[in-house]
């Protein structure tokens, strides 16, 4: 595989994890051993938002596509391809912040739905 195919693959992989960290606890309620999964990938996104760390998946893409000859940037993923969705410009450590515990709150209220319903049920 070339280096361009990989890195476009690793975007897809990359927008696939994002939309598993905001959405996964929903598909928990579903099929309860997902959560085994999504509480350390939701961990995970609210760690690199809530500290503006780089995900390791950026750099890997952005070496992938200087293999590849393609132009790279200095923006991350998010920059390059969620920001309309996800990250107004401007982005400012506060609005982080506050992503971040939407993360934690929206997920929170699934959880404890999620438990709740564990709770009511029989093994």
């Known amino acids: 595989m070339s280096h361009g195919l990989a890195a476009d693959a690793l975007v897809i992989l990359h927008a696939a994890f ?8 929903l598909l928990a309620l579903r099929w309860r051993w997902l959560a ?8 995970w996104g609210v760690l690199i938002e809530a500290f503006g760390w780089t995900c390791p998946l950026t750099p890997l893409e952005l070496s992938w596509r200087a293999a590849a000859g393609e132009a790279g940037d200095d923006g991350g993923f998010i920059e390059r391809y ?5 990250y107004p410009p401007g982005l400012t450590r506060a609005a982080q912040w506050a992503l971040a515990a939407l993360l934690l709150l929206g997920n929170g209220v699934v959880y404890a739905f999620w438990l709740r319903r564990a709770r009511r049920s029989p093994p």
């Open 36 to 43: 085994a999964l999504h509480l350390p990938a939701a961990a």
């Open 82 to 86: 969620l920001v309309v969705a996800l």
């Open 18 to 25: 994002i939309a598993f960290v905001v959405f996964g606890g």
